[in-house]
């Protein structure tokens, strides 16, 4: 029986391949016309495939397959650049990362030094969380997904290769069809019911590996084919890959039926120049093959794990956008710190002229590893060692976690909650007493719980609050919030009216991000234009029922981070004001849900304006911060210490209605 596997030799145009797809991901991330660069990564993952699949079944062919020569080599190729990367950038982030961002990053180092990144970007993207594109190790998640699917393909190839019956070319298409089918099914099915899933892990992603592990195990294209059939497969892979990358969006469902087009043309390209020489390379191959084109495939995978970085730090560290200049001077920066990286760590490592022994790479691999895991954890217990920054630091560190620990303490009301009345209970809620006040709203109502805490204490009264992120408190409407219920939204809504209606609730305070349903952030997040419609219609319902009814007015917005405005503002000299909340844009906030505060008549229908304790008559800017703290735990969201700092503007209304 003939080899699986025959010939198996360095291909320039894979590494051309490979330069197509950093490319497409760096000028993606650089804003610069790939749209959808993106697939890139799923160009990589499909080369991965073929490749670390045709160099184990070339093995186990001759018996020479171990798992420790494969972990080594895997290490060899991975590992020290990786490492490398990690350690810099956790230094770099001493000193431009905020405590709070700092210990993220020094979580993120962890898991990706055990390459579990992905499970930790798919947990911790929420809300709440730091934007992706200002997170320096976001994209090691791709490395996780590689390693975790060579974690499995060995052990079955190496299982199938035991039976002489099963380690046939047609076994091996077929349970690797299988696998693709499987995967790319979830993907399809997760992409809209858990996208984040979807993205991050190994059971959406394993087909696009194993589409180049079958294009492995497939019979390479036939001598005879016409030279130009074989050049027209590769026109069409090519076109595959690059049509994607000018027409897909941040904003197209993926991975998915959208990553088949780019994966399907890899695996097109690979396998239809497998026959190809240096005499007989198509046009196709030729631009693939390029000298230019081979060197930046050589160094792939350092700007991959170099250019994001730098991205990241850039944007974290600038209040506007960044400029197209300095995006193209950080995709220069990218290659430089790649040739550096591919010279100094990648190459010496690969060619063992470090680590030459196995024990020796090894060894320093688990050394690298406690290391890091050393460090993080120092790292993270310290809360991101806020005395970096002095008093600002510990400042802002002390905002930041008496945010989180108020979120720990009255979590989000779940659909479970609202069906059993199970709502959050500021007060003694063990006498009995009915509830004087029910705040009903999205995020801006649970980051205004500490001031109904200690409003509930100050009036010996009992409250209560129902809020849930991205919904509004508007009967019958839904929103396509990723973080909302969706289109569940109106059923929550509803229950909370009933337990509204069927309780001795006196007063309800209606609390949300209007402008996020209103306004110009309609057009893009809503096809609901009437808005108005359901809050009136809310309104009028619990009047109805005889509730009072208070209206919280825009809570006033800012650019960018509060903490992260003072940080750049503190140490950096930027200038801020042009980032902060002033008078005209919270009434330009306001303006859409005007409409029923100037039509309103109803006496029992108020409205509570907060800007007035923020804004600084003088400056008519907002103020961020007294010698309490800072009052906004981030840009839209009112801090514990801004919670309870506003908590006056609350107290006549609470104390009239008991």
């Not at 494969?70 to 905020?98: D, K, Q, S, T, Y």
């Not at 393909?153 to 089918?181: E, N, Q």
């Not at 905002?399 to 779940?414: C, N």
């Amino acid at each position: 029986m003939p080899p699986i596997i025959q010939n198996f030799r360095y291909r320039p145009e894979i590494d051309g391949l490979r330069a197509i797809a950093v490319l497409a991901v760096v000028f993606f991330h650089a804003g610069i016309g790939m749209p959808g660069g993106f697939i890139g990564v799923d160009v990589f993952f499909v080369i991965s495939g073929y490749l670390i699949t045709s160099l184990i079944i070339k093995d186990l062919q001759t018996d020479t397959f171990s798992l420790a020569s494969f972990w080594e080599r895997r290490a060899r190729r991975i590992f020290p650049a990786a490492a490398a990367m990690v350690l810099i950038v956790l230094v770099a982030g001493w000193f431009l990362l905020l405590p709070t961002d700092y210990s993220t990053l020094a979580k993120a180092a962890a898991w990706q030094a055990v390459f579990a990144a992905n499970f930790y970007f798919w947990k911790t993207t929420n809300y709440f969380s730091s934007p992706a594109d200002e997170q320096p190790l976001l994209h090691t998640w791709s490395l996780a997904v590689e390693e975790q699917f060579y974690l499995f393909v060995p052990l079955i190839l190496i299982a199938l290769f035991r039976s002489p019956r099963l380690r046939r070319r047609p076994i091996l298409i077929f349970v690797f069809i299988v696998g693709f089918v499987a995967s790319f099914a979830i993907s399809i099915i997760a992409v809209s019911r858990a996208p984040g899933a979807a993205f991050y892990l190994l059971p959406t992603r394993a087909w696009e590996l194993l589409a180049g592990s079958i294009v492995a195990v497939m019979p390479s294209i036939a001598l005879t084919t016409s030279r130009w059939i074989r050049e027209l497969f590769c026109w069409v892979g090519l076109a595959a890959i690059m049509i994607p990358c000018l027409l897909y969006s941040k904003e197209t469902p993926f991975p998915g039926i959208a990553a088949l087009p780019p994966c399907l043309g890899t695996a097109l390209i690979i396998w239809a120049s497998s026959r190809e020489t240096s005499e007989t390379r198509n046009y196709a191959c030729r631009l693939l093959a390029w000298r230019p084109m081979v060197f930046i495939g050589l160094i792939s995978y350092s700007i991959y794990l170099w250019h994001w970085p730098l991205f990241a730090f850039g944007r974290y560290l600038s209040i506007t956008p960044l400029s197209s200049q300095f995006s193209m001077a950080l995709v220069v920066a990218s290659f430089i710190f790649a040739i550096a990286s591919w010279r100094l760590v990648e190459t010496p490592y690969r060619k063992r002229t470090l680590g030459s022994s196995r024990k020796a790479m090894f060894t320093w691999a688990f050394s690298s590893v406690a290391a890091t895991l050393l460090i993080t954890t120092l790292i993270v217990k310290n809360l991101g060692i806020p005395n970096r920054f002095g008093p600002l630091g510990e400042a802002i560190t002390r905002t930041k976690v008496d945010a989180s620990l108020s979120h720990l303490k009255h979590p989000e009301t779940t659909m479970d909650d609202a069906k059993s009345g199970r709502l959050i209970r500021l007060g003694d809620a063990s006498r009995g007493a009915p509830v004087s006040l029910l705040v009903w709203g999205d995020s801006h109502a649970g980051a205004l719980i500490p001031a109904f805490e200690a409003i509930a204490d100050e009036l010996d009264t009992d409250i209560a609050v129902a809020w849930h992120a991205g919904t509004a408190p508007a009967l019958g409407y839904s929103h396509p919030n990723r973080y909302s219920f969706g289109d569940k939204t109106p059923e929550f809504n509803q229950l909370i009216f009933d337990y509204i209606e069927d309780s001795q609730v006196g007063s309800v305070l209606l609390v949300c991000r209007w402008h996020g349903h209103t306004n110009q952030d309609t057009a893009k997040t809503t096809n609901q234009p009437d808005f108005l419609n359901y809050l009136r219609r809310t309104i009028d319902a619990l009047r109805e029922i005889d509730r009072e009814v208070y209206v919280l007015k825009s809570i006033p917005e800012h650019t960018k981070s509060v903490p992260r405005l003072i940080f750049l503002s503190q140490f950096f000299g930027q200038e801020i004001s042009n980032e902060l909340a002033s008078q005209d844009k919270v009434i330009d906030q306001w303006k859409g849900i005007r409409p029923i505060e100037v039509q309103s008549n109803d006496p029992g229908v108020h409205f509570i304006d907060l800007s007035n304790a923020l804004i600084d008559e003088e400056s008519g800017l907002c103020r961020l911060y007294d010698d309490g703290g800072i009052f906004f735990s981030d840009a839209v969201h009112l801090s514990p210490h801004g919670a309870r700092t506003v908590r006056n503007l609350f107290l006549p209304s609470i104390a009239q209605h008991q």
